[in-house]
């Protein structure tokens, strides 16, 4: 099972319709069908369908995840993720934004370390073979196959992407120091930073900004769309994307959303810590998600959009006018210094 898909996403019974929309999924089939099929399951997912019927021995649930099947528009590349339990329609779904992406980017993932590791090794035994051959009856040790730094350091990235597809692994990390870190989930210690959250609107081709007390109901909307957006990194959350060392034997994960705190709708990430962080570490993580959020993962929220019935809203998690990323002690000692202000 550890080639297969997983997605983290909260399945929805017997859903009315999609427009365009944290349980462990696990992508049994993926299954192509033509565009104007997959926009008629997506709509009537209580209908019967025959795509459904074809493909529900590879649906079910057991102790460990649902077992579904992803069915993908052809052309469009959204996806549309079912667990029917022996029905003919998708009694637990799913929309999945960006489903094609999703799927070629896990399977390249796992092909390039396979490839790393494979030329790592071909490498290393072409020069042994070679270096030895001379020798009657040369002998090889298997220590002398793998125990160089570069392979050592491919069987970890291999190892990392097969971790990361098993939910039974989901307490375990590897680390460039420790190597293999399990850590039950009660164990971490968390923490939140809150940064300010720009909502802007459509008016005539114009982004004008959404008055704060009308934003606050796109904290579902906005939610359920990241958690279709971060299902590459299912554990991990932001983490998936730093390269910085000392951080990344630190933080577990880093999972962005968004929530009202005080009438205002927020940006929040929780960070799951394995080790204390020190100030140039705190400095380092704002730095990096600060980053994430204005021009990396949390750009296209802004600059694609989503809809929200008949409006269209774009999501500035970076991008604010007032933005500061604070840890959430910080940010209510500033609302508080702020109210001490207004009196």
């Known amino acids: 099972m550890g080639d297969k898909i997983k997605l983290n996403v909260t399945m929805k019974c017997k859903a009315d319709s999609y427009r365009q929309a944290n349980n462990l999924c696990v992508v049994e089939e993926v299954v192509p069908i033509p565009d104007g099929d997959f926009m008629e399951m997506a709509t009537y ?26 069915f993908i528009a052809e052309k469009q590349g959204d ?21 094609a992406d999703i799927v070629a980017g896990q399977k390249l993932k796992l092909k390039e370390a396979y490839d790393n590791l494979y030329n790592a090794l071909d490498t290393n035994l072409f020069f042994l073979v070679t270096e030895s051959r001379a020798e009657p009856n040369y002998k090889i040790p298997i220590d002398a196959v793998v125990d160089t730094p570069y392979i050592q350091e491919c069987l970890l990235d291999l190892a990392r992407g097969i971790i990361g597809q098993h ?12 190597r293999i870190v399990t850590i039950a989930g009660d164990k971490y210690d968390t923490l939140r930073l809150i940064s300010p959250l720009r909502v ?9 900004a ?8 796109y904290e579902q909307l ?9 299902t590459m990194s299912i554990h991990f ?15 577990y994960s880093a999972i962005p959303s968004v929530e009202v705190i005080n009438g205002e709708l927020v940006g929040v990430t929780t960070v799951k810590l394995t080790e204390p962080l020190d100030d140039q570490d705190m400095e380092m993580l704002k730095e990096f998600v600060t980053e994430q959020y204005s021009q990396e993962w949390g750009k296209r929220f802004y600059e694609k959009g989503l809809y929200y019935g008949d409006d269209r809203i774009y999501v ?8 500061q990323i604070m840890t959430e002690e910080e940010w209510e000692q500033s609302q508080d210094e702020g109210l001490a202000l207004q009196q």
């Open 316 to 323: 500035g998690f970076g991008n604010a006018d007032d933005y």
């Open 45 to 70: 997912p209580c209908r019967d369908n025959p795509y459904i019927s074809a493909h529900k021995d590879s649906m079910f649930a057991d102790s460990e995840a649902m077992h579904c099947v992803l």
């Open 222 to 230: 906005i939610n359920n769309e990241i958690d279709a957006d971060i």
């Open 210 to 217: 959404v008055e704060p007390q009308d934003a606050l109901k």
């Open 167 to 178: 939910p039974e692994f989901s307490d375990i990390k590897l680390t460039e120091k420790d």
């Open 79 to 99: 996806g549309f993720l079912v667990e029917c339990e022996g029905y003919d329609y998708a009694r637990y779904s799913q929309y999945i934004s960006h489903a």
């Open 237 to 251: 959350g932001l983490m998936e994307n730093c390269l910085e060392r000392s951080l990344c034997d630190k933080i």
């Open 200 to 208: 802007d609107t459509e008016r005539l081709i114009i982004k004008v």
